[in-house]
């Protein structure tokens, strides 16, 4: 059974930082093209950052590009996302997973997610 697991969200100021991490079991994340995903209240889940497999490979949506650094540790399957510059609307759930078809989330059940809110 694949179990992801997020950590790191809580609440920052605009222009503050946090760094966001997915202990995954049950897969070998280098196998694996890995997302970051988020859902904000009312709104669709959204991927903002992937990595291919080769580790160097990266892409971010544009909202989050420049600001969002994505990465691996491989050794133990875990991935972080080191959120700078937040702003007010990337306040979401944000979830870890591979990257399936159409871009959606390939493991369930998705892990319970990390609660990010930028507020003053």
């Known amino acids: 059974q694949v179990l992801l697991a997020e950590s790191g969200g809580g609440l920052v100021q605009p222009g503050g930082s946090l760094r966001l991490s997915c202990a995954t079991s049950?897969?070998?994340?280098?196998?694996?093209?890995m997302g970051w995903y988020r859902q904000a209240p009312g709104k669709e889940r959204e991927l903002v950052a992937s990595?291919?497999?080769?580790?160097?490979?990266?892409n971010y949506a544009p909202s989050v590009r420049g600001r969002f650094t994505i990465s691996r540790e491989a050794g133990q399957n875990t991935l972080y996302l080191q959120m700078n510059r937040l702003k007010p609307e990337d306040t979401a759930v944000y979830y870890c997973?591979?990257?399936?078809?159409?871009?959606?989330?390939?493991?369930?059940?998705w892990g319970q997610g990390t609660q990010v809110t930028v507020s003053s």
């Open positions: 990595i291919m497999p080769d580790d160097r490979t990266t």
């Open positions: 049950g897969i070998t994340t280098r196998n694996y093209q």
């Open positions: 997973n591979a990257i399936g078809a159409g871009a959606t989330g390939l493991f369930r059940p």
